[in-house]
């Protein structure tokens, strides 16, 4: 994570108003001093344990069936022809070894698997849903709750495990345009979602990457500080071992061989200052002064692509960190709503402003 100290003040929350954080990310884009330099399919059958039977049926703990509402799974790849939903729930049934009332349980409680239905009003489901079930069965044999099991199934739900937001938001959005720019543009643009979205929006969930911990605990006090407006704060970066605390910011290590340790994210999902960036650091820049290290960079402040970054984000860390699916939040049990025409326009000006910067 980009970490260079600013004295800036953070913006007091506002009403939104149509592309009223577009707007300010001009603004705060102008004023930068420029650079300076697949889960296998088929049959997969076991018997359930008592503890997964326990949580097929009813019982009411909100905040672990809002995460798993939270990771619904995002269009998957390939047209409906190439996974087509015929298969019956005695089928899935069988298959899985999950119980048909077991799976009807999940499915009204976590939105998860979600069959479509036919011109009777029968469930119908993809050979991919029976391969999703499989992982979550997979993730309950190797030890996590069956909530965690869910968000890391459902995190690579289109088919390719997410290893990364970058990757993710590129597999999802492939329409979004990479920038390569310098790490000194990318901190104007950084600071700008940060002025003009973190610190304005209400209750946000905030995600960040900061690849190294040193990065980190030199923006330490800025995120404190945006944390303490926010609904839930997690960081991912290179710590030691992972922390879900009972404060405002929870602490999700990065492991060595993670695509992570390269990665640059900051997400802030809220309906009112939606925004969010993700990079990809170049390799073999050892010799770069900070400043001039190259990243491809990707960002959005379309509701639904911060909807998509903050599922992928909040995927990985649930995978990681068992105590965290409970602290997220239902924010992202529904889908975002379609950018508006004024939004767009608003982002083509950024992207133009960018260009210019970068260059």
């Not at 069936?65 to 049934?93: C, F, T, Y």
């Not at 405002?248 to 960036?277: G, K, N, Q, T």
Request: with cysteine; aromatic share 4%.
């Amino acid at each position: 994570m980009v970490t260079a100290s600013s004295s800036a003040g953070h913006p007091s929350a506002a009403p939104c108003q149509p592309g009223s954080c577009a707007a300010g990310l001009v603004t705060a884009a102008r004023a930068c001093p420029g650079r300076s330099g697949a889960a296998p399919r088929g049959s997969f059958s076991r018997e359930l344990r008592p503890d997964d039977v326990s949580q097929v049926l009813p019982y009411h703990h909100s905040d672990e069936r809002s995460l798993i509402a939270m990771m619904k799974v995002e269009g998957e790849e390939g047209s409906a022809d190439a996974d087509p939903a015929v298969l019956p729930i005695s089928e899935v049934s069988r298959r899985t070894g999950i119980p048909v009332a077991g799976l009807r349980n999940w499915e009204q409680r976590y939105r998860l698997p979600r069959p479509q239905r036919s011109a009777g009003g029968q469930r119908r489901y993809r050979e991919s849903d029976c391969a999703l079930l499989a992982e979550v069965l997979r993730g309950r044999e190797n030890g996590l709750s069956l909530p965690a099991a869910m968000a890391r199934a459902l995190s690579g739900a289109d088919g390719n495990p997410q290893t990364s937001i970058f990757a993710g938001l590129r597999r999802r959005h492939p329409d979004l345009r990479v920038h390569v720019m310098s790490k000194s543009v990318l901190l104007a643009l950084t600071r700008a979602i940060e002025d003009e979205c973190c610190a304005s929006a209400q209750r946000p969930l905030l995600i960040g990457s900061f690849q190294r911990q040193c990065f980190y605990d030199a923006a330490r006090a800025r995120w404190t500080d945006l944390a303490a407006g926010a609904e839930r704060t997690v960081v991912f970066a290179a710590f030691e071992r992972s922390r879900a605390r009972p404060g405002p910011v929870s602490e999700v290590a990065i492991a060595a061989s993670s695509p992570m340790r390269r990665e640059w994210a900051l997400i802030c999902d809220a309906p009112d200052h939606p925004a969010c960036v993700a990079g990809w650091e170049q390799p073999g820049q050892d010799e770069r002064r900070d400043a001039d290290r190259i990243f491809e960079v990707i960002w959005s402040v379309d509701p639904q692509v911060v909807r998509s970054a903050a599922r992928i984000g909040a995927g990985l860390a649930a995978a990681a960190v068992p105590e965290l699916p409970g602290q997220l939040g239902a924010r992202l049990s529904d889908e975002a709503p379609p950018g508006s025409a004024d939004l767009r326009r608003a982002s083509g000006l950024i992207e133009r402003t960018v260009d210019y910067l970068a260059r």
